[in-house]
């Protein structure tokens, strides 16, 4: 995965379905996962998005980004919307009252909208077994309020709520494993992505999407405003973040793990941690702390992959 | 012109939902609204009701939900009490807004804390400044009669607002009353299937919930309050029309004894029917009394108000939810404000009664009459306290 040069993008869609104009700053990762996740969507999909920085920076009314149905309610309830659209569509198509055609559901949060106070939300939608994606962009604080902690922000993380001080290392818990929630209900297609992949992401969501029940993706959106970094290297620090292995992309397909982008030889965590403003503060036996539970939890999901594979092979 | 049966008042409900041919109902349980619930549960479940039901974690997202179901064009129920209701609160605020006609049924129960899982209006009052449509009803028939109406009102496109009914936890829900059902071709000569202005449907895509700066903020509201005062002659068509149908009439404030009459209760909800009771035993007596029933509580009628209270002097308003460090009930004080600018406008004795299931009986009313034409009770108390 070194060779960045070799990555081709062009079989994706040229159609725009987020159209610009919006108020994103200048490198946001988030707002480019959205946009080729609508590429994959297409245009018969309804989304319901959460407040965060996608809803805001795309419907300050009068003004519209959305080419595609799209509706915000709250910051929690995005799943329980999306839900409900997912019902209508439903009943209303059995009962003839509008056409039969197929019509993708997607409801979008943030992480804080994710793991946080949309958690009750997404527990509900995926054990009720309702046909839509829940696609989390975790750029790992509530950035649109100002940089604040997140259950989803990295160990050691400077935030305006987890600050690193003298008495303090940043964040001092572990970035919560929202994919394991997901899996544990049993939900027949989950993802990890990131638009530093885009043909992975695209594939991703393409397969969600059309799974029949729920499906989750989780895409990590890099926000130099949040992170520190320099607008321009998003893609490379999205990249950084699946060779280092603080971030595998990988699918759990009716419980079965496969790594979609693998990594041979892990490059070491401090490239990926050192240059973001923060972890600037991050001394190096933290760094070393850091690198052990990531490299154990690569290990462990290439252990469930290998043993996923060996299955198949077997059979 | 259709079937007369016993039946719980929670059933009534349920059959009424049923007939209107609901797409999505999403609920979570609480006491004492529970029984609706369960019973449209078991329609659908039974194949008697064509609809989703879909039975959320939450009361935050029953209404979430069913603002997904609207918002695509699905006729959307869902119904709550108390504790419920606080939690949806976030998302009622913003359904009027959205203009969505979402119809709810809110079984009165008294807000925590304590806790208590009976009767009050602290609920519904906790919500007042929503922009829902607000109606009270008074018995079983009513609360039937009122779950159709209020889809005709919602989805009217000159209206196109959620319609909240208020019922009184236990004293109606639990409740077995005499309730003329309604046959479906009635219903649905009254009712026409739902037709949204705006759905979400890629065929022609639309943003809704978008966020509003400063410089527009106050319009989009103030474009909202015109809506709902608007809305005021089609909940008078809507009436019109169920009486035509049913033989029923509903009216913004109702009256009993009130022509000649010096003091006036007003009561509303099912406390109007013991009042009615008071009134009749008061007259007897040669008192000069009657009773003023506030049906419609949003848009408060106020033309309908000021004709109703003719001459009376004397308005004893009963509350049953506490302004805390404020000057008395809500619906006290929204009666005083409406009569503000009034030459010689009457007094007003508020009492808070009934809190927390509290039984308010014919006696509690002559009391309150004696009290107050004794000059013993003035502006605001809350009546039975013991010890």
């Known amino acids: 995965m070194r060779n960045i040069n070799a990555y081709v993008v062009k079989t994706l869609s040229s159609r725009e379905y987020i159209a610009p104009g919006h108020r994103a700053c200048a490198g946001c990762g988030e707002v480019l996962a959205m946009r080729q996740v609508q590429k994959a969507l297409g245009r018969n999909v309804i989304v319901a998005s959460a407040t965060g920085c996608m809803e805001i920076v795309s419907s300050p009314f009068p003004f519209s980004s959305w080419e595609v149905p799209w509706i915000h309610v709250a910051f929690e309830n995005a799943a329980a919307v999306a839900g409900g659209i997912e019902a209508a569509l439903k009943v209303l198509q059995r009962k003839g009252k509008i056409e039969g055609k197929k019509i993708f559901v997607a409801a979008m949060a943030g992480d804080g909208g994710t793991a946080d106070i949309g958690l009750q939300a997404l527990s509900g939608a995926l054990e009720r077994g309702h046909n839509f994606l829940f696609i989390c962009y975790d750029n790992e604080a509530y950035m649109n309020t100002g940089v604040q902690r997140s259950s989803s922000t990295p160990f050691g993380a400077s935030t305006m709520t987890s600050p690193v001080g003298s008495a303090q290392i940043g964040q001092l818990t572990w970035k919560k494993n929202m994919m394991a929630i997901a899996a544990a209900h049993g939900i027949p297609y989950l993802a990890t992505a990131s638009p530093s992949y885009p043909m992975d992401l695209s594939e991703k969501v393409v397969k969600a999407a059309k799974t029949e029940g729920p499906a989750y993706v989780h895409v990590l959106s890099v926000c130099p405003s949040g992170w520190g970094i320099p607008s321009d290297t998003t893609v490379k620090f999205g990249r950084l973040a699946v060779e280092t292995g603080f971030f595998p992309l990988y699918e759990i397909e009716e419980g079965k793990y496969r790594i979609t982008v693998d990594v041979e030889e892990l490059l070491p965590l401090e490239m990926y941690l050192k240059p973001q403003g923060r972890f600037r503060h991050l001394k190096p036996e933290l760094i070393e702390q850091i690198s052990r539970r990531v490299r154990a939890e690569w290990r462990e999901l290439k252990r469930k992959a290998e043993e996923q594979k060996e299955i198949e092979e077997r059979e | ?387």
């Open chain 2, 1 to 387: 012109m259709g079937k007369y049966l016993g039946m719980e008042v929670s059933f009534a409900a349920a059959e009424a939902v049923k007939l209107c041919n609901v797409d999505v109902v999403a609920a979570y349980p609480i006491t004492p609204q529970t029984h609706i619930v369960e019973r449209l549960s078991q329609f659908v479940a039974d194949g008697e009701l064509d609809a989703e039901f879909v039975p959320v974690e939450s009361e935050h997202s029953a209404l979430s939900l069913c603002v997904g179901s609207q918002a695509a064009g699905a006729r959307s129920f869902t119904c709550t009490s108390s504790q419920g209701l606080a939690l949806m609160s976030e998302i009622v605020y913003i359904v009027p807004a959205l203009r969505l006609p979402i119809v709810m049924i809110l079984a009165n129960r008294s807000l925590s804390g304590p806790l208590s899982i009976w009767n009050d209006h602290s609920d519904v009052m906790s919500v007042r400044d929503c922009g829902w449509i607000q109606l009270f009803v008074e018995n079983g028939q009513e609360v039937f009669d009122h779950v159709i109406i209020a889809y005709k009102i919602a989805e009217n496109h000159n209206v196109l607002l959620p319609v909240m009914i208020n019922m009184d936890g236990f004293i109606l829900s639990h409740m077995f009353e005499p309730i003329k059902l309604m046959e479906q071709e009635d219903v649905d000569a009254y009712l026409p299937p739902y037709q949204p202005k705006f759905v979400l449907h890629p065929d022609k895509p639309v943003t809704m919930g978008a966020y509003a700066m400063p410089a527009l903020f106050t319009e989009a509201k103030k474009a909202q309050e015109e809506a709902l005062l608007a809305s005021y002659p089609h909940i008078l068509q809507a009436w019109k029309s169920w009486e035509k149908v049913s033989g029923r009439s509903y009216h913004p404030v109702e009256t009993f004894c009130s022509e000649d009459a010096e003091t006036l209760f007003i009561t509303m909800g099912s406390l109007g029917e013991t009042a009615g009771e008071a009134v009749r035993v008061l007259r007897g007596q040669g008192k000069k009394v009657g009773l003023l029933k506030l049906r419609l509580w949003r848009p408060f009628p106020f033309h309908d108000f000021y004709k109703a209270i003719g001459n009376a002097q004397r308005l004893i308003v009963l509350d049953r939810a506490v302004s805390y460090g404020g000057p008395g009930g809500p619906v006290a004080g929204e009666i005083r404000s409406a009569l503000y600018n009034m030459e010689n406008r009457p007094q007003v004795i508020n009492f808070v009664a009934g809190l927390g299931g509290r039984e308010v009986s014919v006696e509690s009313f002559l009391e309150m009459f004696i009290s107050s034409v004794e000059g013993k009770a003035s502006g605001y108390q809350l009546f039975g306290v013991r010890g």
